[in-house]
């Protein structure tokens, strides 16, 4: 089974504090991400660490490189010298390859979450639109998207040439999106990332510990870069700074990717084009409603993510059996979709209504593995266990949208999920901006829970500010004490 190609959109809504991306698949949102200010993501960044505590029962090292937490890396994330003995490189102890006090170059692969510092490794890779350069290698490696054997087998001598014709002693990593790249692309490529990864070499010999060496591109520029498929039609940001940076980027490094652009200017909030706001605010929600009538329970935990599939109030036309069929058909749709939106990651248990026959439940796994298919994620579904469950991982590096835009509610103790007063502060100064556009009117107050009042006249004043010169509008502020936090209304006066 295949997915048939959709045609493809990516909104970009840049504001002083926050940038979010939105992929748009034939209208519906299929992921978001957002990246703020005051807490960029760390990952693909690389820092001069040193180490602080190893850990042979763990086999595992803790790592300084200056954030707030020590970063954890293990033993099979080191890179060492081949041995002459294979099983004896395979079994060597985190004692034999580090030590505490030593100075290492390393790259961040997981974000920290939670209460568990970043995740490390000191096989550095650098990505481009086509390529990954691994320094520590001798190899070509393919995308495994990429199916052909004709085409891998052109991608692999091609790039066999390059690394003879440049003089290169790395390993190489083709990605999905060269399929179909000729050679001019994937020298320019080549040549980018090798000039790169001798900035970082010097940057590294000269930076001292606790330093970041090389810091990845912004969400806006990374989108470009690792996001941008054949199926993309255009690409609209509305900030004409941002916009202006990736059109110079785009003539670099994507002049593919350059007519794709375009310039947001209309009155309406960009991303209330497609109801994006409203499917953020809809991944939020525990229930996801079918069009069947049925549902879906997403429960997210430290250790895993559960989902349950129920029939609600879809009775069928036929039998029992064809009615939990058809429910299951529509949630393994959904959920795929929803693993992607909230960013689920880690250890994955979907609870399908129980089927009888097997053709069913082949079906439906089937199914949810061809909505998997354009995944960026990687991910692995198992078969359906004796207990009817189906497991799966998806590989968890950022944060989940849940994460990102809550906090434990203080009220019920961590059980359930309000959004965090600087998530209520964008969403005024939007509210505020939507209706400066749509209605004429000399100030604005805001009527908002105490904690929110209290961050938009300390750390968001500056925002309010600059919101009330972009406006000309006076914004006025006033605590409700019967307000939850996420609660506030604009009153236009």
């Given at each position: 089974?295949?997915?048939?190609?959709?045609?493809?959109?990516?909104?970009?809504?840049?504001?002083?504090?926050?940038?979010?991306?939105?992929?748009?698949?034939?209208?519906?949102?299929?992921?978001?991400?957002?990246?703020?200010?005051?807490?960029?993501?760390?990952?693909?960044?690389?820092?001069?660490?040193?180490?602080?505590?190893?850990?042979?029962?763990?086999?595992?090292?803790?790592?300084?490189?200056?954030?707030?937490?020590?970063?954890?890396?293990?033993?099979?994330?080191?890179?060492?010298?081949?041995?002459?003995?294979?099983?004896?490189?395979?079994?060597?102890?985190?004692?034999?390859?580090?030590?505490?006090?030593?100075?290492?170059?390393?790259?961040?692969?997981?974000?920290?979450?939670?209460?568990?510092?970043?995740?490390?490794?000191?096989?550095?890779?650098?990505?481009?639109?086509h390529l990954v350069l691994v320094p520590n290698g001798d190899t070509v490696g393919i995308s495994a998207r990429i199916e052909d054997e004709a085409e891998r087998d052109r991608l692999r001598a091609m790039l066999e040439e390059l690394l003879a014709e440049q003089d290169v002693e790395c390993?190489?990593?083709?990605?999905?999106?060269?399929?179909?790249?000729?050679?001019?692309?994937?020298?320019?490529?080549?040549?980018?990332?090798?000039?790169?990864?001798?900035?970082?070499?010097?940057?590294?010999?000269?930076?001292?510990?606790?330093?970041?060496?090389?810091?990845?591109?912004?969400?806006?520029?990374?989108?470009?870069?690792?996001?941008?498929?054949?199926?993309?039609?255009?690409?609209?940001?509305?900030?004409?700074?941002?916009?202006?940076?990736?059109?110079?980027?785009?003539?670099?490094?994507?002049?593919?990717?350059?007519?794709?652009?375009?310039?947001?200017?209309?009155?309406?909030?960009?991303?209330?084009?497609?109801?994006?706001?409203?499917?953020?605010?809809?991944?939020?929600?525990?229930?996801?409603?079918?069009?069947?009538?049925?549902?879906?329970?997403?429960?997210?935990?430290?250790?895993?993510?559960?989902?349950?599939?129920?029939?609600?109030?879809?009775?069928?036309?036929?039998?029992?059996?064809?009615?939990?069929?058809?429910?299951?058909?529509?949630?393994?749709?959904?959920?795929?979709?929803?693993?992607?939106?909230?960013?689920?990651?880690?250890?994955?248990?979907?609870?399908?209504?129980?089927?009888?026959?097997?053709?069913?439940?082949?079906?439906?796994?089937?199914?949810?593995?061809?909505?998997?298919?354009?995944?960026?994620?990687?991910?692995?579904?198992?078969?359906?266990?004796?207990?009817?469950?189906?497991?799966?991982?998806?590989?968890?590096?950022?944060?989940?949208?849940?994460?990102?835009?809550?906090?434990?509610?203080?009220?019920?103790?961590?059980?359930?999920?309000?959004?965090?007063?600087?998530?209520?502060?964008?969403?005024?100064?939007?509210?505020?901006?939507?209706?400066?556009?749509?209605?004429?009117?000399?100030?604005?107050?805001?009527?908002?829970?105490?904690?929110?009042?209290?961050?938009?006249?300390?750390?968001?004043?500056?925002?309010?500010?600059?919101?009330?010169?972009?406006?000309?509008?006076?914004?006025?502020?006033?605590?409700?004490?019967?307000?939850?936090?996420?609660?506030?209304?604009?009153?236009?006066?």
């Amino acid at each position: 089974m295949t997915v048939e190609s959709a045609k493809e959109e990516i909104l970009i809504n840049v504001t002083p504090n926050e940038v979010r991306a939105a992929l748009l698949e034939n209208g519906v949102v299929q992921e978001v991400h957002i990246e703020r200010a005051e807490r960029r993501g760390v990952i693909s960044n690389i820092y001069k660490g040193r180490v602080m505590r190893v850990l042979p029962g763990m086999q595992a090292a803790f790592i300084e490189i200056g954030l707030q937490r020590t970063a954890f890396l293990h033993v099979s994330d080191i890179v060492r010298k081949q041995a002459a003995d294979e099983s004896s490189a395979e079994e060597a102890s985190i004692r034999d390859l580090v030590k505490e006090g030593d100075e290492l170059l390393v790259q961040v692969v997981k974000d920290p979450i939670g209460n568990k510092g970043a995740r490390l490794t000191t096989f550095i890779t650098l990505p481009s639109r086509h390529l990954v350069l691994v320094p520590n290698g001798d190899t070509v490696g393919i995308s495994a998207r990429i199916e052909d054997e004709a085409e891998r087998d052109r991608l692999r001598a091609m790039l066999e040439e390059l690394l003879a014709e440049q003089d290169v002693e790395c390993s190489v990593i083709v990605r999905t999106v060269a399929e179909g790249a000729d050679l001019q692309e994937l020298r320019a490529d080549l040549k980018y990332l090798t000039k790169l990864w001798e900035v970082v070499q010097a940057r590294c010999s000269k930076a001292s510990v606790k330093t970041l060496v090389h810091e990845d591109l912004s969400l806006p520029l990374r989108v470009l870069r690792d996001f941008v498929t054949s199926d993309v039609e255009h690409i609209l940001v509305d900030s004409e700074e941002d916009f202006a940076a990736m059109q110079e980027f785009s003539a670099t490094f994507l002049p593919e990717v350059a007519p794709m652009l375009e310039l947001y200017q209309r009155r309406r909030p960009i991303f209330d084009l497609h109801s994006v706001e409203d499917e953020i605010r809809k991944s939020l929600d525990r229930n996801i409603a079918l069009k069947s009538g049925g549902y879906i329970i997403f429960d997210q935990t430290e250790a895993m993510t559960t989902i349950d599939v129920n029939t609600g109030g879809y009775v069928g036309h036929r039998n029992l059996e064809e009615t939990i069929y058809r429910t299951n058909l529509e949630a393994a749709v959904s959920i795929a979709r929803q693993l992607r939106l909230r960013n689920l990651g880690g250890i994955i248990i979907i609870d399908f209504i129980d089927m009888e026959e097997v053709e069913h439940r082949e079906n439906v796994l089937a199914m949810l593995e061809q909505s998997l298919q354009k995944d960026h994620s990687r991910h692995q579904v198992m078969p359906v266990s004796p207990l009817g469950l189906v497991e799966m991982t998806r590989k968890r590096t950022r944060e989940s949208l849940q994460h990102v835009l809550c906090e434990d509610c203080p009220h019920c103790s961590g059980r359930g999920f309000v959004l965090t007063a600087e998530t209520v502060c964008f969403e005024v100064f939007r509210e505020v901006n939507r209706q400066s556009r749509q209605f004429e009117f000399d100030e604005a107050m805001v009527l908002a829970h105490q904690g929110v009042i209290d961050l938009l006249l300390d750390e968001q004043a500056p925002s309010l500010a600059k919101l009330e010169r972009q406006t000309g509008k006076t914004i006025r502020l006033q605590p409700e004490t019967l307000y939850m936090q996420d609660q506030f209304d604009v009153v236009l006066m």
